[in-house]
């Protein structure tokens, strides 16, 4: 009886109080993600290549119900450090070290693993970054060249190149928020913004757009137009930031628009169901599961930075034709170089 009490109050004390450690969660899809853009070093690695540390880290994977969470484990515990480490602008994470503390009250964990090492900038041998260059999509916000897109789009860059109409731009990084996936870069060039919705919510079965720059290596440098329907008011595990819709996207369509049928800006194309994450779970591969967040999330950008935005209300829907053409001037390419 004494034991059954000791376990209600630590299941009720564990339940109503929050955790004392800080714990990322992160998706399994993002954790696949992880694996290809920061990699593990181990120590006899380092030896043979060039890299600089940036920062010492740590995480702790911490299981604070043991009813309803998921175990820790040693995973976890990496992939924190790999998400820390790329939000350090690192490519690498080395030197690291686990250890499994066990059932901690101090963290309020029923099983916890905590996780230590570097951050790391690795280079090949003309000091060249490993990551390789990446393309993505963007979309004027402004008439003065400011433009929308991703943060992972321009993550670790070295230099930003915007391309119109064939000709190349340098833009610069104004600020970008890494927790919502968005970024606001700027090149000198008198542009055409598109209109941000801001005052209406979305809703479920809204005719979509989206237009942007998908594999260019493989599909060329001209833009892509995909149609389809808002879905869901949400994300993957319920986020209420996105917006889940059924209009096909391919890498490279990061930061491309996402418009109604009048023009208006409801999202920002962010990422796709990772296939071999949906195969694990639910035995099948998803079919069309891609997600857009919420354009409402780039509002506090753009008051930080002083973007005035277009006080243009269009009145009535369009053809599709006519709305690709309306938009087509405000969508770039993206190259960043890392």
């Known amino acids: 009886m004494r034991y059954i009490l000791f376990m209600f109050i630590i299941m009720f004390y564990s339940g ?66 790999k998400y820390i480490a790329f939000n350090n602008g690192g490519n690498g994470i080395g030197s690291v070290k686990c250890e499994k503390d066990g059932t901690s009250f101090g963290k309020n964990c029923w099983n916890s693993v905590s996780c230590y090492g570097y951050s790391l900038k690795v280079y090949k041998k003309d000091n060249n970054l490993v990551l390789k260059s990446t393309s993505g999509t963007g979309f004027f916000i402004s008439k003065n060249g400011h433009i929308l897109t991703n943060a992972h789009v321009i993550n670790n860059s070295s230099k930003l190149l915007v391309y119109i109409n064939k000709k190349e731009y340098k833009a610069v990084l104004i600020t970008k928020d890494v927790v919502n996936d968005i970024a606001i870069i700027k090149i000198e060039y008198n542009s055409t913004p598109l209109v941000l919705q801001m005052k209406e919510k979305s809703k479920i079965g809204t005719e979509i757009t989206v237009l942007g720059y998908p594999n260019i290596k493989l599909q060329g440098n001209d833009k892509k137009a995909t149609f389809g329907y808002i879905n869901s008011t949400s994300g993957v595990l319920a986020d209420k930031r996105f917006l889940q819709i059924s209009a096909p996207i391919q890498p490279g369509n990061s930061g491309s628009p996402l418009v109604n049928n009048k023009g208006e800006v409801l999202g920002i194309i962010t990422s796709t169901l990772n296939q071999k994450v949906a195969l694990k779970n639910t035995g099948s591969l998803a079919q069309n599961v891609n997600y857009a967040i919420k354009i409402t999330y780039a509002m506090t950008l753009l008051i930080e930075n002083n973007i005035t935005l277009e006080n243009i209300i269009p009145t009535k829907d369009l053809s599709r034709v006519k709305l690709v053409e309306n938009i087509n001037d405000s969508v770039v390419l993206i190259y960043s170089k890392r």
């Open 16 to 81: 109503c109080v929050g955790a004392f450690v800080k714990v990322i969660d992160i998706p399994e899809e993002v954790s696949v993600q992880l694996e290809e853009d920061v990699k593990e070093y181990e120590r006899y690695e380092l030896k043979n290549i060039k890299y600089k540390k940036i920062k010492f880290i740590s995480s702790t994977s911490c299981q604070n119900n043991f009813l309803t969470d998921k175990p820790s484990s040693v995973k976890n515990a990496k992939d924190q450090l």
